[in-house]
């Protein structure tokens, strides 16, 4: 009884003290939150707060008045013109992302798998990004001599004998934005597979093929399914690249295409600020649709 009487107090006690220390434990964590707390409401809540608000004021010709009207966003979803910009750039966006994911996961691959070196493969990561150390409209307005009626494709083309005249689609259409928006975001999808598939175990590669696999049953199986973290990240910066970008689709389409992002440019310098905010509070959120939709699929937590 002597013993269990003196047991009693020193449980106690201890949670007492464990309750007082809790709050000085807590006040801390909030402290040590707090500058991130504050560059994110700065820096991106409140923007998106003024965007926001903005978007239900009324404008003319010669300024903005503050009000709350639905105007702006009836005008964007009422509009045939606001929806088939949309799926031209939906369009935009699929094709980029199927092709950057192809592009970059076997570039990915092989500098993770068949390049032995850990010197080499650096040396090789940085060769690719090489290109990005310039400008995007440098790197854009390359492909014109090259995709041109008289440029370096349409002159080999013809000097073989494979065409009788310039190809005209290659340049000012369709096939020259998704061409060049690759050629500008693929990096951003090799950069995450490529982490991942190094953090692959190898000894479950070494198992598979004693337990038998073939070459495209390892791949299928085992470097997939571990590599879909990094391919939803990636995925996550392409889209939203993509969908945000207006000087590609206006330069490599030569004015005949549209997009969202081009289409609130345009609104902005005709100071149409209301209606380019309403564009963009309905962006974000397909943005983050689409977002949420690749998050559902993969738990990316894994790769964090």
């Given amino acids: 009884m002597a013993t269990v009487a003196s047991t009693e107090p020193n449980e106690t006690s201890g949670r007492t003290r464990s309750r007082s220390l809790g ?20 820096f991106f809540i409140l923007p998106i707060l003024t965007i926001v608000v903005v978007s239900f004021w009324d404008y003319d010709f010669a300024g903005l008045y503050p009000d709350f009207l ?34 970059g996961f076997w570039v990915a691959y092989f500098l993770a798998f068949h390049i032995r070196t850990t010197t080499m493969q650096m040396v090789l990561f940085l060769v690719c990004t090489v290109p990005f150390l310039t400008s995007n409209i440098i790197r854009m307005i390359s492909w014109i001599p090259v995709l041109g009626r008289n440029g370096l494709v349409n002159s080999a083309l013809i000097k073989l004998g494979v065409i009788p005249e310039p190809i ?14 690759v050629h500008l975001n693929t990096l951003f999808m090799v ?19 004693d ?14 399914p571990l590599a879909k973290p990094g391919m939803a990240i990636g995925s996550i910066f392409v889209v939203t690249l993509v969908m945000a970008d207006f ?12 997009s969202v992002a081009l289409m609130m440019k345009n609104q902005m310098s005709l100071l149409q600020y209301p ?14 649709l689409m977002v949420a939709a690749i998050l559902r699929v993969v738990d990316i937590r894994k790769e964090l």
């Fill in 168 to 181: 005209e689609w290659l340049l000012y259409s369709d096939f020259a934005v998704v061409l060049a928006l």
């Fill in 275 to 288: 209606a380019a905010a309403a564009n963009a509070v309905v962006l974000l959120v397909v943005v983050l």
């Fill in 247 to 258: 000087s590609t689709v206006q330069v490599m389409s030569g004015g005949q295409s549209a």
């Fill in 23 to 42: 709050w000085p434990v807590a006040a801390i964590s909030y402290l040590q939150a707090t500058p991130l707390l504050l560059i994110l409401g700065f």
């Fill in 70 to 103: 639905t105007m702006n966003y009836t005008d964007t979803l009422g509009s045939w013109v606001t929806w088939k910009t949309y799926l031209n750039t939906l369009k935009f966006t699929v094709l980029t992302w199927a092709l950057t994911l192809v592009i």
């Fill in 191 to 209: 950069t995450p597979i490529f982490n991942t598939l190094m953090r692959i175990d190898r000894s479950l590669i070494e198992a598979a093929r």
């Fill in 211 to 224: 337990c038998g696999a073939s070459g495209s049953q390892i791949l299928w199986n085992v470097i997939l």
